[in-house]
């Protein structure tokens, strides 16, 4: 069984950096392109960003939001995907989840439950 | 940047059938899948390609594409059907896009 879980949300005041982690399980994580998407309070889906597997190039794209503050890393010996966010601004809250994606459809096939990242002073 | 028009909210009676649209620029060129999304939960894949169903989803969820819409149709609807509902493409300008969400209720 497939199974993705984020962790090390929490609270950071507003100009601070914080990592949050997504741990897979049940899949060949190193063949598996990953992504990035939050939710905030209320609102609805946002793509964070996402990174290819090294054998597609290892790849990653930011939505413009995020682009030169967070940086999207994978360690495929750890089964690991991470998100390093800098430069933290209140808008950042929300919960970020990873998700797989598939290489050829696209789709968000298996989604972790998410992890709430609060910037506040 | 790519933008998906989605409904705010759709109401159906139940076991009646629900429509939900997602409006973008020849949105018919791209694949389109479909999320469902309960309170306090990750979204769900319903259907991916336009019109692909994941195994374990009920045959009642079906979707269509073509030209500027998108659709994901919920026959015989259920209770247990309410939820925001997602639609999402990829966009080679802007990455990933997803709707704006519609909130379905079941009368």
């Known amino acids: 069984e497939v199974q993705l879980v984020e962790s090390g949300g929490g609270l950071v005041k507003p100009g601070g950096s914080l990592r949050v982690s997504c741990a897979a399980s049940g899949i060949a994580f190193r063949n598996a392109w990953m992504n990035w998407v939050r939710q905030a309070p209320g609102k609805g889906l946002e793509w964070v960003g996402r990174?290819?597997?090294?054998?597609?190039?290892?790849?990653?794209d930011y939505a413009a939001p995020v682009k030169g503050r967070f940086t999207i890393s994978r360690d495929d010996s750890k089964n690991t995907l991470y998100l390093q966010m800098n430069s933290l601004k209140s808008e950042d809250t929300a919960v970020y989840y990873c998700?797989?994606?598939?290489?050829?459809?696209?789709?968000?096939?298996?989604w972790g439950p998410g992890t709430l990242v609060i910037v506040s002073s | 940047s790519y933008e998906l028009t989605q409904p705010l909210s759709v109401s159906v009676a139940l076991g009646q059938t629900a429509r939900i649209t997602c409006g973008a620029d020849?949105?018919?060129?791209?694949?389109v899948h479909w999320y469902q999304q309960k309170p306090g939960q990750a979204p769900v894949l319903v259907i991916f390609?336009?019109?692909n169903r994941p195994s374990e989803i009920p045959d009642r969820f079906s979707g269509s594409n073509s030209g500027y819409t998108a659709t994901l149709t919920i026959s015989r609807a259920q209770a247990g059907d309410e939820a925001d509902y997602y639609c999402?493409?990829?966009?080679?300008?802007?990455?990933?896009?997803f709707g704006t969400g519609t909130k379905v209720t079941v009368l």
């Open positions: 020849d949105i018919g060129d791209k694949n």
């Open positions: 998700s797989i994606v598939g290489a050829v459809t696209g789709k968000l096939g298996n």
């Open positions: 390609r336009d019109n």
């Open positions: 999402h493409v990829w966009d080679s300008n802007s990455g990933d896009v």
């Open positions: 990174i290819k597997t090294k054998a597609d190039g290892g790849t990653i």
